[in-house]
């Protein structure tokens, strides 16, 4: 079973965590990151991630205006300044870059579809996945919070692992995918070293989940676990909670950031996956006998 103690990251790894504010000057928040993303990289870096929506503002006013069109792939300069930019960015560090998420639109105008999608690309800049967040952000906490994703957003339909050459397999999800084990279960089990979760948590759930959800996915699943916010920005309509963190197998947080712009790195270890799953031997003590939804069609 792929969540066994065998060694499920070659060699080691150092991670960096983008926490950068963004504004709503596309170009601008682009060329922001990219400052950001080499920074990083000159700190030793080999996986780097950005936070949800880092090119634009989050909200639902925005997810349209800022949209681009991802497809057919690969697209034009015009339809999406940020995938160039984040492929730029990707093969200029020399990095596997998750690059948090952006607006996408449908390419076919009619439909007024759109989409909250993270694209990954490798050190020579090509494309090596996409995910389409899958659960949207519907909440409503009388006095505190009402935010409904699905007024604008389409969900997407896949689990997304990703294979970074030379190193492993990780899992990319966004911000509410968090909140849903079975995802994480599902990608831990296909052999996955990381879950990555470009995320915007608020200041009502942020101080609530945040850091109890990833512990909670890097306990159940014992791999490590990074959640990638943006800055908090107190004057925008939906301030980020901040608070950016990498946590490891057996739920300890590494590496932690407060509220404003920085970086959190950690070089991940796969003798440290192996070593929690041997001393908490849970693949072979799960009882898919009893619940075996999880376990149809994944090996």
């Known amino acids: ?16 965590c983008i926490q950068l504010a963004s504004n709503t000057d596309k170009a601008a928040n682009l060329s922001h990151a990219r400052d950001l993303v080499l920074e990083a990289a000159r700190e030793g870096a080999k996986l780097v991630v950005l936070p949800e929506c880092f090119n634009s503002p989050y909200g639902c006013d925005f997810f349209p205006s800022y949209a681009e069109t991802l497809l057919p792939h690969p697209p034009s300069a015009e339809q999406s300044p940020s995938y160039h930019a984040l492929s730029s960015m990707a093969a200029e560090a020399g990095v596997f870059l998750v690059g948090g998420s952006i607006p996408e639109a449908d390419p076919d105008p009619a439909t007024k579809k759109y989409y909250n999608t ?3 690309f490798g050190p020579d800049g090509a494309l090596l996945g996409t995910h389409r967040k899958v659960h949207l952000f519907d909440i409503d906490i009388p006095g505190k919070i009402k935010f409904k994703e699905s007024d604008v957003l389409f969900p997407g339909n896949k689990v997304s692992i990703i294979e970074l050459p030379g190193y492993g397999k990780i899992a990319v999800a966004i911000c509410y995918d968090v909140r849903f084990p079975e995802l994480a279960t599902i990608a831990a089990r296909q052999g996955c070293f990381a879950l990555i979760y470009p995320g915007a948590f608020n ?15 890097a306990m159940d699943n014992q791999l490590y676990v990074a959640l990638c916010s943006p800055a908090r920005d107190v004057k925008a309509a939906y301030p980020a909670y901040g608070h950016t963190m990498i946590v490891d197998p057996m739920a300890e947080v590494l590496d932690e950031a407060g509220e404003e712009e920085g970086i959190v790195s950690w070089v991940l270890d796969g003798d440290i996956i192996r070593d929690t799953r041997r001393n908490i031997p849970l693949s072979t003590q799960r009882r898919f006998d009893i619940y075996a939804a999880i376990s149809k069609g994944y090996a």
């Open 1 to 16: 079973m792929a969540t066994s103690n065998a060694r499920v990251l070659a060699q080691p790894l150092r991670l960096a």
């Open 118 to 120: 993270s694209l990954t």
């Open 203 to 217: 200041t009502t759930t942020g101080p609530l989940h945040w850091s109890l959800l990833g512990r909670a996915r």
